[in-house]
């Protein structure tokens, strides 16, 4: 994935890469909106645009990274 994060960016962490299927929020559509494909659910759901909301799905991101390795 050759793709910037966009929860990052939000978050004033610019520059960083998308983490892609490795991503906690990385989702695969097969049954929603007869929509295929796979994709950042946080930009699907367009759960970007509230700082507060993001800055916390960016600490969730990271707490369930942690918790994986």
Known sequence: MSENCKLREA?????????GG???FWRVVEHVNDESGSGCA??????IGD????????SV???LTRQDQ
């Open 11 to 19: 978050n004033g962490e610019p520059g960083r890469l998308c983490d």
């Open 22 to 24: 490795a991503c906690a």
């Open 42 to 47: 946080i930009q699907h759901y367009e759960l």
């Open 51 to 58: 700082t507060d909301v993001s800055a916390w799905l960016l």
């Open 61 to 63: 991101k990271e707490r």
